[in-house]
């Protein structure tokens, strides 16, 4: 029985990257991950390392396996193994620890049994991608990790509250799927805590802030985890497509579809290249996320093949971009152009990248993602929902298949003259360019890792995505939207800019409240010191010093008859009259009894 | 960068073929045939329609192009509000405490 959750190995693992000589590590760093890849492979269906926790509240189970948490466990470690491949360059040991422990939590969540793990995994994911962000050691990544790291606090705080309610409602601290028509706030402040890591507007600029930040290979790496862990939380927490009295949460499809077209929008008004691929994330994000709404075994099933080819491809033009950055030193489309007479090869594979991203025929994009709109095709009541994504998918090859290229390796030539990317970048992009066109080509592998085997619900065989009639018209919509790019070309022009997102909030009202905070606080305290420090306690040490000498000679003046002058001399040398000094002590003495 | 180098005898080597407006027309032209083709390849398939936009003639090439050509449009307008300049968020003397200095994007 395997006892040993495949996120510790990864976790643990990271332990050892610093202390190991540069050589070393670079294998390493690609041997862990292939390591949780076939130990993942391996594992057999079950709940596993469980032990008790908290009595009467069930057990927290560390490694759940099933074909959902399988699939998105073989789709994360794979990606890990190219992605480090890719980061060979890499010389530093800090990103890659951030980086393996990054990865180690989504693994972590993926195959969690409870609540509790999930949580503790998901902030652990949080706090290893903010340095991921500031490993790129650029004041802008530490301004985007600090909001990144805000607004992940943030939408943990709500999980946490929705864990918590929830585990109060059901009594056990178990992850089953809650039921639409069970619904109580605790759900609810988990979808909301889910669907901030899932970047749905208005939740969602944290992404495109802090995404394009990080360094070539960090921005590569998260783009495979943060928002695909939070699908995975949304198909194993909002459906549950063997039940049937289980309902769907329709409010995911209304969430999805709005964060598709929002992608596409947004990624039309980008400047920077990376900032495009990170909305284009946001927009296909929206198509898994409509699809858990659905929440049918089709859908569930188009999600995590979408999910599964969604990385693959997004990592490719991650690591296009990437290359690009990493040889030129610049991401904006303004500042890039012409780079396909140098840059051949990252053109070509970034290409077979942006083609799946939209779903030709004969990419991955076009057998996983037609398997969710061929579902919501089937819903007569989900018209709206099947338009928009075909919009969207339009959009998609609008924004991601030939505005990223075009700009990037062709437009204008701006002088660039860069050597091709590094060969171990060419090997991490052919390897993920061959699957791009083996699971368009060939979908038996990626059908088989599906929760229900890509069966078509309608037809009750395995789902078909090549048809005549399908090709044809996926070909025209593809198509049109070509010939609409370059007939709009002028309107598209690219402007040396950025784009207010929703982070505009919290960025201008964070320095506002910042300088709120600063004035008045800062003005206290220097008013508070000025009051009591400085003028203050200087009255006080001079009352100290001089106080008791002068009560003493008033005390004495009206007594004794004795001046006060006198009194003081008196002090000074010590030597007082017996009457004096017994007087002085019966008045000490009546001090203390009346206080 | 290739600007220094000496320019001649660079460029006849170079591989322009996209830069030459004699491929751009050829582009061109191959991006209408094909749209073309794609459009006449319509009447070989049946589509088993279930909404009843769907049944409109060249659905798909008419989505494809009014969604993208309204996305533009939208994005223009949008654009006009949401877009500032690139140092909108982070002008010289609006540095927070938090914002210092940092080093290249080094490996």
């Not at chain 1, 918590?164 to 619904?183: E, K, M």
């Not at chain 2, 009843?52 to 494809?64: N, R, V």
Request: hydrophobic share 50%; with cysteine; proline share 4%.
């Amino acid at each position: 029985m395997p006892e040993f959750p495949p996120a510790l190995l990864l976790i643990f693992g990271a332990a050892l990257v610093p202390i190991l000589p540069l050589a070393a590590r670079r294998i390493y760093v690609i041997a862990l991950p292939l390591a949780a890849l076939a130990y993942i492979f391996g594992l057999p269906h079950g709940e596993f390392a469980q032990i008790t926790l908290l009595q009467g509240f069930g057990e927290m189970t560390g490694l759940r396996v099933d074909k959902l948490s399988k699939a998105f466990g073989i789709i994360f470690t794979l990606n890990a193994v190219i992605a480090f491949l890719f980061a060979f360059y890499v010389k530093r040991s800090d990103q890659h620890v951030a980086a393996l422990v990054y990865i180690g939590g989504a693994l972590g969540v993926v195959f969690a049994g409870d609540l509790i793990s999930v949580y503790i995994y998901w902030e652990l994911m949080a706090v290893a991608s903010t340095f991921i962000i500031l490993a790129r050691q650029t004041e802008r990544a530490k301004g985007a990790a600090f909001r990144y790291l805000l607004i992940h606090i943030v939408g943990g705080l709500i999980l946490l509250a929705g864990i918590v309610l929830t585990i109060g409602a059901q009594g056990s601290i178990a992850f089953d799927p809650f039921s639409w028509d069970a619904r109580h706030l605790g759900t609810w402040l988990i979808l909301v805590g889910v669907l901030v890591n899932a970047a749905a507007p208005p939740f969602s600029a944290w992404l495109s802030d802090a995404y394009p930040e990080a360094s070539v290979t960090g921005g590569l790496i998260l783009s495979a985890y943060t928002t695909k862990t939070s699908v995975y939380v949304l198909l194993r927490g909002f459906t549950d497509p063997g039940n049937a009295a289980h309902e769907a949460w329709p409010i995911l499809i209304v969430v999805g579809c709005v964060m598709a077209l929002y992608g596409i929008i947004f990624a039309l008004l980008e400047n920077d290249m990376r900032r495009i691929l990170a909305y284009s994330i946001i927009n296909q994000v929206g198509f898994m996320v409509c699809a858990a709404g659905v929440g049918t075994s089709m859908a569930v099933d188009g999600a995590v093949a979408h999910a599964f080819c969604h990385i693959i491809y997004k990592s490719l033009l991650w690591m296009s971009a990437g290359a690009v950055l990493y040889r030129v030193g610049k991401s904006k489309c303004t500042e890039l152009g012409g780079l396909y007479k140098t840059m051949p090869l990252t053109l070509i594979f970034g290409t077979i990248g942006a083609l799946a991203i939209s779903a030709l025929p004969f990419t991955s994009g076009f057998t996983s993602k037609t398997m969710i709109v061929s579902d919501i095709h089937h819903h007569a009541e989900l018209f709206w929902a099947w338009l928009v994504l075909e919009i969207a998918s339009a959009g998609v090859f609008l924004h991601a298949g030939i505005k990223f290229p075009y700009f990037v390796f062709f437009n204008k030539d701006r002088g660039h003259r860069p050597k091709e990317a590094p060969k171990t970048m060419l090997i991490a992009m052919a390897i993920l360019a061959f699957f791009c066109i083996l699971l368009g080509c060939w979908k038996a592998p990626l059908y088989a890792l599906l929760p229900n085997g890509g069966l078509d619900s309608y037809t009750g065989e395995t789902y078909q995505p090549y048809k005549w009639a399908k090709i044809i018209t996926q070909m025209q919509l593809l198509m049109f939207s070509a010939l609409v790019f370059f007939l709009f070309l002028k309107l598209l022009k690219r402007t040396p800019t950025i784009v207010l997102d929703t982070d505009w909030f919290y960025r201008k009202f964070g320095k506002i409240g910042y300088r709120f905070a600063d004035g008045l606080f800062n003005t206290l305290n220097a008013t508070v010191h000025r009051v009591v420090v400085i003028s203050g306690l200087g009255k006080l040490g001079a009352f100290l010093a001089k106080g008791p000498q002068e009560v003493v000679g008033a005390l004495g003046d009206m007594f004794a008859g004795e001046s006060s002058d006198k009194i003081a001399e008196r002090l000074r040398s010590g030597t007082f009259p017996i009457g004096l000094a017994a007087l002085f002590g019966m008045l000490l003495f009546a001090l203390l009894y009346f206080l | 960068m290739s600007e220094e180098q000496p320019k001649q005898e660079k460029q006849n080597k170079e591989f322009d073929w996209f830069d030459r407006p004699k491929s751009r027309r050829l582009l061109w032209i191959l991006l209408w045939a094909i749209c073309g083709l794609f459009l006449l390849l319509e009447f070989t398939i049946k589509r088993k329609a279930v909404f009843t936009i769907e049944k409109m003639p060249f659905f798909f090439a008419i989505l494809g192009f009014v969604a993208c050509a309204v996305s533009i449009l939208i994005a223009k307008g949008l654009g006009y509000i949401l877009k500032v300049p690139e140092d909108y968020y982070e002008p010289e003397e609006d540095r927070l405490p938090w914002d210092v200095e940092g080093g290249e994007d080094n490996a």
